[in-house]
């Protein structure tokens, strides 16, 4: 993984996926930590490469959440605040994803 203005995560079959969520509130102190600890909850059901390339987005969805919601502020955002919104973030995704398709 590569963490950038568009994360890279490398696949196994070499084939990089490029995210297209977040913004630069997530250049903020503890955001990675946050990150690596969805990585790891989505490894617990998820091939490796799945997991970090849904935790990426889901992260990024999180900011993204934030910075609607924070009127479009691209600082500010704690890591906390990252944490606190994956559970709407995901039950949000949950009405228009299938999961028998993932």
């Given amino acids: 993984m590569l963490k950038g203005a568009r994360t890279i995560v490398a696949q196994p079959d070499g084939m990089p996926w490029i995210n297209n969520t977040g913004n630069p509130a997530l250049a903020t102190a503890g955001a990675g930590d946050v990150l690596s ?9 998820l ?6 390339s849904a935790a990426v987005h889901v992260h990024g969805l999180c900011a ?4 609607q919601a ?4 691209d600082r500010g955002l704690l890591a ?5 919104r994956v559970p709407g973030v995901l039950a949000a995704m949950a009405r228009w994803i299938d999961p028998l398709t993932v």
Avoid at 37 to 45: E, R, S, W
Avoid at 70 to 73: L, M
């Fill in 70 to 73: 924070a009127g479009g502020a």
């Fill in 80 to 84: 906390s605040e990252i944490a606190d």
């Fill in 37 to 45: 600890g969805m990585i790891a909850a989505f490894a617990c059901t």
């Fill in 47 to 52: 091939p490796p490469a799945k997991a970090a």
């Fill in 64 to 67: 993204d959440a934030w910075r």
